[in-house]
């Protein structure tokens, strides 16, 4: 299914699929035209290649939508009619988006693999094309020359907008976040969210400016919402967390009641609780959802008025840390530094720690060198910043860290400690969002990254990364 937005200037009104987006249209140019309403131009675009795309929007909802809205999504495709029958029908409207007939010339072999079909020719072939589509739709060029369509239309005179480009093109995603991240309105999160959906779906977004607001987003409420009743928003487990600290105190930087951390990216602050009580430092946890925040401290009511009193949360993002200069002796962040990009959290955060201090996260790494195709498709769409230990080490000394260890999360952390719960909340999850387009698009993209990890888990996982500030 084809994926849109519409752009109120540089606000994204709504993303998803078409009835969601001419829903948004509407309702906005019928704001505008009620007495006193704002004139607020909009702009609606396609994602598979990015282009604006111009909808008749005249008459009531209901009349754009049976307008726009392609019958083939009103009738099954191979119904008992005719592929000749099933055009006419759809001769109402505007033929673009319907079904349309037309001759196509094939060789005699062609003729003969379509009849093998179970399905009749029109759809075989409808079902190849879509195929292909969604194949040419995960290549990463592609993704790129759609979000430099979209970005040229809606803001050729944003600042710097020239190199944005140019970083967009060479699909260095490092160097186009620290340029957009610039951006007013959405479009940090947007072109970010671009390249990684899947930090919609574990997490949201990343804006620079503690501007991710559930309660302005709905999708961002459904997210938080599937995921507050986890153990964890991510891969991990108490003896993991366990081990870093053990490398961390051998490479010289242990950790007690002295200490201060910072716990960035925590959600319902599952390392947060382990943390507290293994080493009994002062601790402030950091999340962008209030209600993981809440979660929280609840949990750490729970261990104990000694132990609680040391647990402070802070509703801020990672990006734009409200921080001094080596105010900390460790920054924590298990399962979240993706949100910002691995390079870019480590850059961003060193100044934050002492000299010898440690930093320790979790970051998405391919076990090795080679991997199945398919492995690599899903990734490089979901997080193209995954890569090896060896490339995620050399960063960190890049950034100016000396690695103090390394090693990969057992895949009880995946499986046991974070799949499982969540499978079941799936379906309740669905339940209580009924009718709603983006819970189901959330809960297919969650149970397809179960199913990837399922088949692909051994080329891939968290790898612990325990790092001290040089
Ligand atoms: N550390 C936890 C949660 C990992 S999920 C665990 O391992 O279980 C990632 C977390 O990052 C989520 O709680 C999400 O709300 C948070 N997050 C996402 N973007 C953020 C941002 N820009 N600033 C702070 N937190 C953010």
Same mark, same amino acid.
């Given at each position: 299914m084809k994926t849109y937005s519409i752009f109120a200037s540089y606000r994204l009104v709504a993303s998803g699929d078409l009835k969601t987006v001419l829903t948004a249209a509407k309702a906005l140019l019928d704001a505008r035209s009620a007495p006193g309403g704002e004139s607020e131009n909009f702009l609606i675009f396609e994602h598979d290649t990015g282009r604006q795309v111009d909808f008749d929007l005249r008459g009531s909802l209901e009349d754009v939508l049976a307008r726009e809205l392609p019958p083939a999504e009103s009738a099954p495709p191979d119904s008992a009619s005719s592929d000749s029958a099933t055009a006419a029908k759809a001769g109402k409207g505007r033929p673009k988006l319907g079904v349309v007939s037309a001759e196509v010339t094939l060789l005699p072999r062609h003729w003969e693999w379509l009849a093998a079909q179970p399905t009749r020719a029109s759809g075989t072939i409808r079902r190849l094309v879509e195929e292909a589509r969604t194949k040419e739709g995960i290549n990463p060029k592609r993704r790129a020359e759609a979000l430099g369509n979209l970005l040229w239309c809606l803001g050729g005179n944003l600042q710097d907008f020239e190199n944005a480009t140019r970083a967009l093109y060479a699909l260095d995603t490092g160097r186009l976040f620290s340029i957009t991240d610039q951006w007013p309105g959405d479009l940090p999160s947007f072109v970010r969210n671009w390249f990684n959906p899947a930090a919609q779906r574990t997490a949201p977004v990343p804006s620079g400016s503690n501007q991710a607001d559930p309660a302005?987003?709905?999708?961002?409420?459904?997210?938080?919402?599937?995921?507050?009743? %986890?153990?964890?928003?991510?891969?991990?487990? *108490?003896?993991? +967390? &366990?081990? =870093?600290?053990?490398? #961390? @105190?051998?490479?010289?930087?242990?950790?007690?009641?002295?200490?201060?951390?910072?716990?960035?990216?925590?959600?319902?602050?599952?390392?947060?609780?382990?943390?507290?009580?293994?080493?009994?430092?002062?601790?402030?946890?950091?999340?962008?959802?209030?209600?993981?925040?809440?979660?929280?401290?609840?949990?750490?009511?729970?261990?104990?008025?000694?132990?609680?009193?040391?647990?402070?949360?802070?509703?801020?993002?990672?990006?734009?840390?409200?921080?001094?200069?080596?105010?900390?002796?460790?920054?924590?962040?298990?399962?979240?530094?993706?949100?910002?990009?691995?390079?870019?959290?480590?850059?961003?955060?060193?100044?934050?720690?002492?000299?010898?201090?440690?930093?320790?996260?979790?970051?998405?790494?391919?076990?090795?060198?080679?991997?199945?195709?398919?492995?690599? %498709?899903?990734?490089?769409?979901?997080?193209? *910043?995954?890569? +090896? &230990?060896? =490339?995620?080490?050399? #960063? @960190?000394?890049?950034?100016?860290?000396?690695?103090?260890?390394?090693?990969?999360?057992?895949?009880?952390?995946?499986?046991?400690?974070?799949?499982?719960?969540?499978?079941?909340?799936?379906?309740?999850?669905?339940?209580?969002?009924?009718?709603?387009?983006?819970?189901?698009?959330?809960?297919?993209?969650?149970?397809?990254?179960?199913?990837?990890?399922?088949?692909?888990?051994?080329?891939?996982?968290?790898?612990?990364?325990?790092?001290?500030?040089?």
């Open positions: 302005l987003d709905p999708a961002l409420a459904l997210m938080e919402d599937l995921f507050r009743d %986890a153990p964890r928003q991510g891969p991990g487990e *108490g003896s993991q +967390t &366990a081990r =870093a600290l053990e490398l #961390a @105190a051998a490479a010289g930087a242990r950790l007690g009641p002295d200490s201060r951390i910072a716990d960035l990216g925590c959600g319902t602050g599952a390392q947060t609780l382990d943390l507290a009580r293994l080493t009994g430092a002062d601790i402030l946890a950091v999340d962008i959802l209030p209600s993981f925040l809440e979660r929280l401290e609840e949990g750490a009511r729970k261990l104990g008025s000694v132990s609680s009193a040391r647990i402070r949360t802070l509703r801020a993002s990672m990006s734009a840390l409200p921080f001094s200069d080596g105010e900390f002796d460790a920054l924590w962040a298990e399962g979240s530094v993706y949100n910002m990009g691995f390079r870019e959290g480590l850059s961003a955060w060193r100044r934050f720690l002492k000299k010898g201090g440690v930093l320790c996260v979790t970051e998405l790494t391919w076990f090795g060198e080679s991997r199945p195709a398919e492995a690599e %498709a899903y990734w490089s769409r979901e997080y193209p *910043g995954i890569d +090896t &230990a060896a =490339a995620k080490l050399r #960063a @960190a000394e890049e950034c100016g860290y000396v690695p103090a260890g390394y090693f990969p999360l057992p895949p009880r952390c995946w499986t046991e400690g974070y799949y499982r719960p969540l499978e079941g909340l799936i379906d309740p999850f669905l339940k209580r969002h009924d009718g709603s387009v983006e819970a189901r698009r959330i809960a297919e993209g969650l149970r397809e990254e179960m199913e990837v990890y399922d088949r692909f888990g051994d080329f891939y996982g968290y790898g612990f990364y325990v790092l001290i500030k040089r």
